[in-house]
């Protein structure tokens, strides 16, 4: 079972995170200071570390970078109450995975979460996408669907390639819309739907299992037919 | 505002100006009078020695007349008076004087000659009083007095005049633009220090030079309604910014309990109603996060996160991103670049704001309307960006008011959204320092950010 280190000085949203990571089979444990968070993810063999931006004893910004210093490169989401884009890049530069801005609804912790993973566990130098039929090649830059091939935009082919490396996770709009996009704010509209409405078009077209599903409330999933 | 630039409009100029012409006005006037009483006592003097020479030669017996008149005249050697007899035809019979004056008539009225007299031996050239007697044997006597003497003293007084102006005026005039500078010079400062007030930044304050004049008094007045106007502000703004702070974690504990029921009752009907539940609270969310990032972008210090920017590549990511909306909606999107000065700037920001101006023409305007996107170096040097659409237009007197937080025009109402796209738009570019205008007609609105060139 993977591990998970909540590093959050505040215990209800650190009830919260335990609570949604362990529903999502992660197993997670608690620590509210920043220095005894800092020992525990340098001793312990983690799979995430969510890690708030402000902590006593010592800072969340210090905390990663002191962890990349020393060369653990276990998968840190930064969670702040911070939601300047200049903390995002500050949080992000010192070595953060992602960042996540306090309130935030526990799916989007757990999807985020569960992306870091998954990316942990791919590694991101694969070069071919599987998922059902679907095949995406990232060298050829070519994607098809039952070998046939599929005309995709570049916009289309990154969104795809986020879907992709992340099958059968639910992905917010927000997350697509930063890796897909790299903006830190919300773009406030229809326009995520629109480009997976028109990749959806593309690739599950007549006569395919339907691959992209929508998540009502969260965001899109692409997952092969049950 | 017009920069005061030119030390003659001053008031002190002004004032000092006004003052020096009333000034030598009233030293005319003065010497005038002093000039014109002179010369009347004067004439008076002379017209009284020629009268007693009248009469004392009127005692003379008409046989010796011409005797005595030339004799007279010639003792006169200076030429100080001159006295001339003739007969009844005006023949000249005696004395110094040629010929009969004709503006003299016989009526013992001494009066000014304009002509000069003319004698046998020399002529007169100064300026002359004359009268002129009727003797009881039909002969006329003539007397005759230079009136240089008043000329001289008029001559005086005229150059006495002279020198009291310029000796007055024009050390003055200097003094008065060197005395002028000094408030120009203050009042330029206080307009410098009042550019970044009139662009929202309420924290600077007017200068004070420490003199207690009446700048000083008007600066401080102006400096404490500031002071008074950024606390209101900043308890207004402090209100909104907590309440949308602080009620993001209830709304959103109860969006994910909501949340976790629509997942249980997902194919049921009430997963319809707890589906709709959650977006509204997601709106409401995404409202209060739009307001905060307003907040946000006007606390931001100017330095943040600036490079030099190339913003043809942010156009056409704007472009890409929307151009699928605009497609659905069987609008024409068009993108023309131009190429562009460097700028400097914030990408991600500059991003944000372009896309908040696309994504609302594109709201805005009709299925099958047009957007266009366009970038272009102006007169000046500057890039200018352009986002037309073919949408209702924004009524003028409604142009100033898109830009406050919240604010929807009639025409907006019905469509979704919440009134800050614009707000952040707004605060985007006053960060960088650009400009935004709207302008357009009912055929639709034109947005436009000019952004200057880096030198």
Partial sequence: MPRALVIEDDEVTARDIVAELGAHGLVADWVADGREGLARALEDGYDIITLDRMLPGMDGIDVVSELRQRDVDTPVLMISALSDVDERVRGLRAGGDDYLTKPFAPDELAARAEVLLRRRRQGANETRLRVADLELDLVRHNAQRRDQELTLLPTEFRLLEFLMRNAGQVVTRQMIFEHVWGFHFDPGTNVIDVHIGRLRRKIDGVGHLPLIRTVRGSGYVLAPAD | ?455
């Fill in chain 2, 1 to 455: 505002m017009r920069p005061l630039t030119d030390a003659w409009r001053s008031t002190t100029s002004r004032l000092i100006i006004i003052y020096g012409a009333l000034f030598a006005v009233w030293c005319v006037v003065l010497l005038g009078i002093v000039q014109w009483e002179t010369s009347r006592y004067l004439s008076g003097v002379i017209d009284q020695m020629l009268a007693s020479r009248v009469h004392y030669l009127e005692g003379t017996a008409p046989r010796n007349m011409r005797a005595t008149v030339e004799s007279a005249s010639q003792i006169d050697v200076q030429g100080a008076m001159w006295m001339g007899l003739f007969d009844a035809q005006g023949r000249h019979l005696a004395g110094n004087i040629a010929t009969l004056p004709k503006e003299l008539a016989e009526d013992d009225v001494a009066r000014s000659l304009s002509a000069n007299l003319a004698s046998p031996t020399r002529k007169v050239t100064a300026r002359v009083r004359g009268l002129a007697h009727a003797l009881p044997d039909g002969t006329r006597l003539v007397v005759a007095k230079e009136s240089s003497t008043i000329d001289g003293i008029g001559t005086i007084i005229r150059h006495g005049l002279l020198w009291g102006l310029s000796l007055t005026i024009i050390p003055g005039l200097l003094g008065g633009v060197l005395i002028a500078r000094g408030p120009a010079r203050r009042i330029r400062a206080i307009q410098q220090a009042m550019e970044p007030i009139r662009e929202g930044d309420l924290s600077v304050r007017l200068p004070i030079s420490g003199t207690g004049d009446e700048v000083d008094l008007l600066a401080g007045t102006v400096n404490a309604t500031l002071t008074e106007i950024e606390r209101l502000l900043g308890e207004v703004k402090g209100v909104t910014d907590n309440i949308a702070h602080d009620l993001r974690t209830p709304l959103t504990r109860m969006r994910t309990r909501l949340y976790r029921l629509q997942q249980q009752f997902e194919s049921r009907p009430e997963g319809d109603q707890l589906d709709a539940c959650v977006g509204e609270i997601d709106t409401v969310l995404s409202r209060f996060r739009a307001l905060l990032r307003v907040s946000e972008l006007e606390d931001r210090q100017r330095s943040a996160c600036f490079e030099t920017m190339d913003l043809c590549t942010v156009l056409r990511n704007v472009h890409e991103f929307y151009a699928p909306l605009a497609e659905d909606r069987g609008q024409r999107f068009e993108l023309e670049l131009g190429r562009l000065p460097p700028l400097r700037g914030d990408p991600q920001l500059m991003f944000e704001a372009f896309a908040n101006l696309v994504g609302n023409a594109i709201k805005f305007t009709p299925d099958g309307g047009a957007v266009r996107l366009v970038a272009s170096t102006d007169a000046g040097g500057d890039a200018r960006v352009d986002i037309a659409d073919t949408g209702p237009g924004i009524p003028p007197d409604e142009r100033e008011a898109v830009f406050r937080r919240f604010y929807r025009g009639d025409e907006t109402r019905a469509k979704p959204g919440c009134g800050l796209g614009l707000a952040i738009v707004s605060a985007i570019v006053r960060l960088h320092g650009y400009s935004l205008s709207v302008g357009g007609n009912e055929q639709g609105a034109v947005f436009s950010v000019t952004c200057p060139a880096t030198a």
